[in-house]
């Protein structure tokens, strides 16, 4: 029987994050609005103050609910060295540090405001109410975090909501300001101002950040994440980002190893067994592959067992060292199609390998074989 390999796709955790993110991004605006209009101005017999005072503390409310799943759910997820620290320490981080930071930022300020209207009683009014002011802060800085880190800037949908977030706010802004202008023009002027410079800046910052060519690598996401920074649930063998290596000559692979590019044939061994947890199966597969260069590929892949003898995966390992040099290669599985991989791996020294495999897997032999395509990474990693 012939083990089939399952697609690897995103977690749960990877999509609760997402949708968390965009869920706190949309109470957070709504939260803003409200709070910028100032909600007293606009009660009616049909609205009392209180009604919309409570609608407003509770949009709060739901905002540090959405905040507190999203960062677990980032935390819990294999995708992204994110530790549940990194929220609250800004800027500690190993995954795209800055534009983690301004969410540890936010989620801070945010926590400041909860907790003072808590105590706010004690802490009397004026003193509640500049802290309150944090919460204007609070949205662009969670804004320039959503498009720092996130996976869909790009996507048509995120766009949108991004623009309707803008669109509602600035509305906000200029319905508070205008009104009642020429009594108070200095101040309402700079609000409106300091509003249009923030616009203009984050309109021409887009097309050269996250909308621009490359911002993975250039917003620190890790070597080893940049072939999968944005997983999709049917990845194709052949990534945005892993090219298909050229044949490379016996001369040029013999020199430098396993730092050019080489095609090499591989065989091995199989052996399945009971996984890290419930329900889990092991697949290990050691090969060795003939060049030059020569040397060992060795995966590990845990995840469900599927009809047929296949495997769902859920997390990988995979090793990759020559026989000439002590360099060791690590990384995992980006892209899956039936026997069919591509991973990514690193060195110690810093050098990353695209490593393109196809299998040919007969578990009731529990052999393997089949052939390696290994290309440098590119510096310049994709979405």
């Keep these: 029987m012939t083990l089939v390999l399952g697609t690897v796709g995103p977690s749960v955790y990877w999509y609760l994050t997402r949708s968390t993110g965009v869920v706190s991004l949309l109470l957070l605006t709504a939260s803003v609005v409200l709070g910028v209009i100032d909600v007293s101005r606009w009660s009616n017999p049909r609205w009392p103050r209180f009604v919309l005072d409570s609608l407003h503390r509770s949009i709060s409310m739901l905002v540090l609910v959405f905040l507190g799943l999203h960062i677990i759910t980032a935390a819990l997820d294999s995708f992204a060295p994110i530790a549940l620290l990194d929220a609250v320490l800004p800027f500690i981080g190993s995954y795209r540090p800055f534009w983690l930071g301004l969410g540890a930022v936010a989620f801070d300020l945010l926590l400041a405001i909860a907790i003072t209207s808590l105590v706010r009683q004690r802490l009397g009014h004026r003193a509640w109410r500049i802290t309150h002011w944090l919460a204007y802060a609070c949205w662009p800085i969670a804004l320039l975090h959503g498009l720092g880190t996130g996976s869909d800037v790009k996507s048509a949908w995120s766009l949108a909501l991004t623009v309707i977030c803008v669109v509602a706010v600035v509305i906000a802004v200029c319905a508070r300001t205008l009104p009642g202008w020429p009594e108070h023009r200095r101040v309402r002027g700079g609000a409106l101002a300091l509003t249009a410079i923030v616009l203009i800046a984050l309109v021409l910052w887009l097309p050269g950040g996250p909308l621009g060519r490359g911002w993975a690598h250039r917003s620190g996401t890790p070597v080893s994440l940049l072939a999968s920074s944005s997983p999709s649930v049917s990845s194709p ?32 061994s199989l052996k399945q067994g009971a996984g ?14 003939s060049g030059p260069p020569s040397g060992r590929l060795d995966i590990e892949i845990d995840g469900q067992p599927v009809g047929g003898g296949g495997v ?3 997390s990988s390992h995979v090793t990759l060292h020559s026989t000439s040099t002590p360099a060791i ?44 395509a290994a290309s440098p990474t590119t510096s310049e990693g994709g979405e």
Excluded at 276 to 289: D, H, M, N, Q
């Design 237 to 268: 063998v052949a990534t945005t980002n892993v090219k298909a290596s050229e044949p490379a000559s016996a001369e040029s692979s013999q020199s430098s190893g396993l730092g050019s590019p080489f095609n090499a044939s591989m065989s091995g």
């Design 276 to 289: 890290p947890g419930p329900g889990l199966v092991a697949v290990k597969i050691a090969t060795s592959f």
């Design 312 to 314: 769902s995966l859920r």
């Design 329 to 372: 290669y690590r990384g995992r599985i980006v892209a899956l199609n039936g026997s069919r991989l591509v991973a990514s791996v690193r060195s110690s020294e810093g050098h990353s390998l695209s490593l393109q495999v196809n299998l040919a897997v007969n578990t009731g032999a529990g052999t393997v074989s089949g052939t390696l």
